[in-house]
């Protein structure tokens, strides 16, 4: 597979400046390739957030917004980078993310690890944690959020059927940057009047740039055509990881019986 060939620039900003920081902590620093370093602090601790569907496509652990700040320990983003998307399968995914979370973790000498996820990230936190208890490896798990039923059904008030990646990649980078009641108005559009985007998102990104533009500058975000480069990695990163979830004749089947 190959990885979309769109660069986002991010206006000379540097994603790590943009998290806060208590002022008591140590700068903190990537020990492992691939595992993004939000806050470092002298607790025996190490967390560890999976992304979603879109693989972080504003920076790795910018949707997490201040939280890192109000933990303690060592806290860090694993990052949907160009090994992570060259896996094949859900399982070797999250082979490679338990490896380096495991490398990280030696390097800080911590004792107590958190794993926690949203969306897909939730799928993967939690894949993980049992390969650790398999190892005997003790771990915390949080789920943010996640699906207990996929694919969803249609429900107008929660849930919907997939619009396609271009559209979904901009409507959660939209509720991501609070605008989530123009996302549900669109949704709701989208449910009431049938293939409402048959003409692609350029409409969609163009309307939400103009609702969520002044929010995107904390996430380094200056320009509509910056906006469309990331929903551009965001509807490749989701396309990719889709994929890996698709159950396979050897993989993933449904208990018998």
Known sequence: ?????????????????????????????????GIRALRDGPESSCAYFLHGLDGDALGPGMSLGSLPSMMSG??????????????????????????????????????????????????????????????????????LDSEVVWPSKLDNSFCYDWLGGEVEATFWLSRLAGAKDFVEEQVQLAVTRGHFFDEG???????????????????????????????????????????LLRPTSGSMRAPSG
């Open 201 to 243: 998102a350029s409409r969609l990104q163009t309307a939400a740039f103009g609702q969520i533009a002044s929010n995107l500058t904390a996430f380094g975000v200056n320009s509509l055509k910056e906006f469309r480069s990331i929903c551009t990695l965001a509807t490749s990163n989701c396309a990719r990881l889709r994929q």
């Open 1 to 33: 597979p190959e990885r979309s060939s769109t660069k986002v620039k991010r206006g000379g900003v540097n994603i790590q400046q943009l998290q806060p920081s208590a002022t008591d902590d140590t700068a903190p620093v990537d020990f492992v390739q």
């Open 74 to 143: 060592r806290v860090c983003a694993v990052e949907y980078d160009d090994e992570a998307f060259a896996c094949e399968s859900i399982e070797a995914l999250a082979k490679l993310y338990k490896g380096r979370i495991l490398q990280d973790r030696a390097k800080k000498q911590a004792e107590d690890v958190l794993l926690a996820g949203r969306s897909m990230g939730a799928l993967l936190a939690c894949m993980i944690a049992l390969e650790l208890q398999k190892e005997q490896t003790h771990c915390s798990l949080v789920i």
